[in-house]
């Protein structure tokens, strides 16, 4: 690591930016918070640090925080925290200042951006990290730790954990661990996704009951029975035989939240779902695999997208 630089950027305050940036800054104290605009920054300025809420307890936490534009500080180790669908150009907006080694980290749903980004750059330098723990936004820049859940940290065709880069997260704080087949987990999250997200969102329900409601049930059977007959005729996934099982039990576990798609959309924001059941029938397509339900769930998706305004 070049001294005298921060330690970790953390590019994104949403949720998991704060979330993290929060943590990251409480195990090593020398974290940077990196925002899309200056009238962001400003406002942070304002605020005076992030406020992480855990257990009804609110911390106000120092982070420094900059505008993307103004940064001019070397990168060594970044984490990038936006939604997939922003990845790509919040990354290139700081490319010029990683340095050669930098280390990349991708937090996000799906498993498009971690592969473009694996590919564009050196892939032994991109780590993907996979979490199931929740985080909201009460107001900017004030982050409520919604549950803890597990967090896996690993590379794209590369098995080997890299302990350093576990001393300088808060690997204990946050029950971080190595994956050394990270892709196999980001696959059947990208999986289970692509059965839930959507579906919740068309019809307006929380995860479990997707399990109860019937019709909406029927829907979930014939969706997963396609989502796994692609992933057996895609080359490069991982075969899951207990598809039906698995979701069953994510939406078992998860049986009172609301999907972040759903949330998305109820709050008119843009989605991750060409990122999930989109990318999906990308790779589908690409391989002459049928793919008939899912697109029929994303054209109703987009169809509910452009009534409520979203893009
Ligand atoms: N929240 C959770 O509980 C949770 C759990 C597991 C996984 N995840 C995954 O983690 C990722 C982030 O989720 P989130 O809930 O933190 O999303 P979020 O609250 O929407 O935060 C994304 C942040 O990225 C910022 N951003 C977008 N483009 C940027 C750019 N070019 N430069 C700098 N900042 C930029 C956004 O800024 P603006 O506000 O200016 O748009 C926003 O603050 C998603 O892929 C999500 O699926 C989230």
Redesign the pocket.
């Known amino acids: 690591m070049t001294p005298g630089t921060p330690d970790w950027y953390v590019?994104?305050?949403?949720?998991?930016?704060?979330?993290w940036a929060a943590r990251i800054h409480q195990h090593s104290a020398n974290t940077i918070l990196?925002?899309?605009?200056d009238v962001?920054a400003r406002a942070y300025e304002t605020q005076g640090g992030l406020q992480l809420e855990s257990h009804d307890t609110v911390s106000q936490i120092p982070v420094p925080a900059f505008a993307?534009s103004t940064c001019t500080t070397p990168i060594t180790q970044l984490l990038v925290?936006?939604?997939?669908q922003?990845?790509i150009?919040?990354l290139?907006?700081?490319k010029h200042l990683l340095t050669p080694d930098a280390r990349i980290v991708m937090?996000?749903?799906?498993l498009k951006v971690q592969r473009a980004v694996s590919a564009a750059f050196d892939s032994s330098r991109v780590w993907c990290l996979s979490?199931?723990?929740?985080?909201?936004?009460r107001s900017?820049f004030h982050v409520v730790e919604?549950?803890r859940?597990e967090t896996w940290l690993g590379r794209l065709h590369h098995a080997q954990v890299d302990a350093t880069l576990l001393q300088s997260l808060p690997a204990a704080a946050m029950g971080i661990r190595h994956d050394d087949n990270i892709e196999n987990r980001l696959w059947r999250k990208l999986a289970a996704n692509c059965a839930i997200n959507a579906l919740t969102a068309l019809h307006d329900c929380r995860n479990g009951e997707l399990l109860t409601r019937p019709e909406a049930h029927a829907e979930l059977l014939v969706l997963v029975d396609e989502i796994a007959t692609i992933l057996n005729g895609l080359p490069d996934a991982p075969r899951i035989p207990n598809l039906h099982e698995l979701v069953n039990s994510v939406l078992t576990a998860t049986a009172l939240n609301y999907s972040?798609t759903l949330q998305?959309v109820r709050r008119s924001?843009t989605t991750?779902i060409a990122?999930l059941n989109g990318y999906l029938c990308e790779l589908a397509q690409a391989h002459d695999l049928d793919c008939t339900i899912n697109q029929q769930i994303l054209e109703r998706f987009s169809a509910l997208c452009k009534a409520r305004g979203i893009d």
């Open positions: 590019l994104g305050a949403g949720a998991m930016g704060c979330l990196l925002l899309r605009t962001q993307v925290a936006t939604k997939a922003d990845a150009a919040a290139d907006s700081v937090l996000q749903n799906g979490t199931s723990d929740g985080a909201w936004l900017p919604a549950g859940g972040s998305d924001r991750e990122h």
